[in-house]
């Protein structure tokens, strides 16, 4: 497990499994493998929320196996245990902290790039366990509301964090508003800005504020995951900002700016650069075409440009048609978090923040280390 993120709030009613599985399917759909794991056992709500709620439980060589969600994401939740949903889960914490080594020691996750947890409100048994079995590598997630008395019960998790010595990767203030859905105007029914000035107060970042809409709610209980049912929405885009620092942190990102350093190989590159109107496009997922620039490292010439048109633009098709392209690295002006992410599980390096010139002239500056990267101008 190379990054373990627990989802927990202080508070109860936060939405925090909806924001727990939110980011699990993000991190899932930009090509990472990723477990989810739900701790809640009086209240597992990841079944439901993940259309899983008929799921059951298999066996191999005594292992149990995650229910999968889809090819990347696989799922475990005492609720798949408990098919009569009249039956209460009355276990005490001695109880509950063996379940949950079980969950980590005894199911076959195979190798995950995340781990993602899902906790009950509070700072007891199941958030107190999952912290000390995971270590202190595991990164808190903290989920507020923006009203006083959520904050107030949120700020002891931040609490609860430091005295376990684990990093707070970040706070989300989640129903920071309700959006309409006609004009998308958001209306502050908590109140507005408590979960920033909470996390400003504690020093840890802020990673965003999610608006609550109607339609978000009848997709949890139709287990229609948001940020995959309406990938285009303002309310997937707000968690998408929550997932990024996630993505930056685990090293499949490249947002640095100043002067990109020249290539280290000696020897001919494949460099792809989207275009539009014959010159670099800012937004490379809608670009007309793309130019497929083969570099001489070694001597700092460019020995061919080739221009071709893309498929059509869905999650995952332009990475897998760079790569069998031979591309080994991407120029642009702007890629959403989820799509670098899946770049880089294909192998091919990506550097954004890239302004305006021929595909010629952009490669040729960077083989001669002038080539300058400013802000990436796609936030998607």
Do not use: Y
């Amino acid at each position: 497990m190379r990054n373990k993120v627990v989802v927990m709030s202080g508070k109860g009613g936060v939405g925090k499994s909806t924001i727990a599985a939110n980011i699990a399917v993000s991190l899932a759909l930009a090509g990472q493998k990723v477990g989810l794991l739900d701790v809640d056992v009086h209240g597992p709500s990841i079944p439901r929320l993940l259309g899983l709620d008929k799921a059951e439980i298999q066996m191999q060589e005594r292992a149990l196996l995650p229910v999968p969600w889809n090819a990347n994401l696989s799922v475990m939740s005492v609720g798949f245990f408990i098919p009569d949903p009249e039956q209460a889960v009355i276990w005490r914490g001695p109880v509950k902290m063996g379940f949950i080594r079980q969950m980590l020691s005894e199911v076959a996750w195979g190798e995950l790039d995340f781990l993602v947890v899902d906790c009950p409100p509070g700072t007891g048994d199941e958030p107190l366990s999952v912290m000390q079995l995971l270590g202190q590598d595991a990164r808190a997630v903290i989920v507020t509301t923006p009203q006083a008395v959520a904050i107030d019960d949120v700020r002891r998790s931040i609490g609860f964090c430091r005295e376990l010595g684990n990093p707070v990767a970040g706070l989300v203030e989640n129903m920071s508003g309700f959006m309409c859905p006609q004009c998308e105007h958001i209306e502050p029914l908590f109140g507005k800005g408590g979960g920033e000035e909470l996390a400003k107060e504690m020093n840890i970042p802020f990673l965003g504020a999610v608006p609550a809409t109607a339609q978000m709610s009848r997709c949890g209980d139709k287990g229609l995951v948001f940020v995959q049912a309406q990938p285009e929405s303002p309310v997937a885009d707000a968690i998408g900002r929550v997932v990024k620092p996630l993505l930056a942190h685990a090293g499949t990102l490249q947002e640095k700016t100043g002067v990109v350093p020249a290539p280290e190989v000696n020897g001919q590159l494949r460099i792809a650069l989207p275009l539009a109107n014959g010159s670099l496009c800012q937004h490379f997922g809608h670009c007309e075409q793309f130019a497929i620039v083969t570099a001489d490292t070694a001597a700092k010439t460019v020995l061919e440009t080739v221009n071709v048109t893309p498929p059509p633009h869905e999650p995952g098709v332009l990475p897998r048609f760079l790569s069998e392209q031979g591309v080994h690295m991407v120029l642009a002006g702007g890629m959403g978090a989820r799509a670098q992410s899946l770049f880089t599980g294909h192998g091919i390096n990506v550097v954004t923040g890239i302004q305006g010139g021929t595909p010629d002239e952009v490669v040729s500056a960077w083989m001669q280390g002038t080539l300058t990267a400013g802000a990436n101008t796609c936030d998607h």
